[in-house]
């Protein structure tokens, strides 16, 4: 197999893995032990200006996919960390357009996107942001969702 061909897979991979990480850190970490800096996401009355404590998440990501970067330019035998780095940047700006461009309108770049898949992410989102509280919610992922938000609310079982 190619260098380039590995290093592509790898990217992919990578980005595809962003999404269970996110699911995971997002139920376990943001609603578990560090929902302090995620509690004003689900409760926008105690957001004061732009920012949210929530967005020192992005921090949380960002400082492996650096590592990622620096490692794998430096270091010859963990080039491979370098295309790691590249995959999660990649779903970090997937996540930014969806999540806070497209879902949370927190910048006015697109405001409607017409399918039913981003249909059934949003509904996703807003089931996931109908609970206030740090237990009780679904959905903790972005981009896979479970069929039933595919369906009308009402058909939701």
């Keep these: 197999m190619s260098t380039a061909l590995i290093y592509t897979l790898t990217v992919i991979v990578t980005a595809i893995t962003m999404e269970f990480v996110a699911f995971l850190s997002h139920k376990y970490l943001m609603h578990g032990w560090l929902w302090t800096w995620h509690e004003d996401h689900h409760n926008p009355r105690m957001v004061e200006g732009f920012f949210e404590k ?12 650096m590592a990622c970067y620096f490692l794998g330019s430096f270091v010859p035998d963990l080039r491979i960390l370098f295309f790691i780095g590249i995959g999660i940047s990649i779903y970090g700006l997937v996540y930014f357009l969806i999540h806070d461009v497209y879902i949370h309108q927190r910048f006015k770049w697109f405001r409607q996107l017409d399918s039913k898949y981003s249909r059934a992410i949003l509904r996703a989102h807003g089931d996931h942001h109908s609970v206030v509280k740090k237990h009780g919610t679904t959905s903790f992922g972005l981009l896979a969702v479970n069929n039933k938000y595919f369906k009308k609310r009402s058909e939701w079982k």
């Design 54 to 65: 929530n967005d020192l998440f992005f921090l949380v990501f960002a400082i492996p996919s």
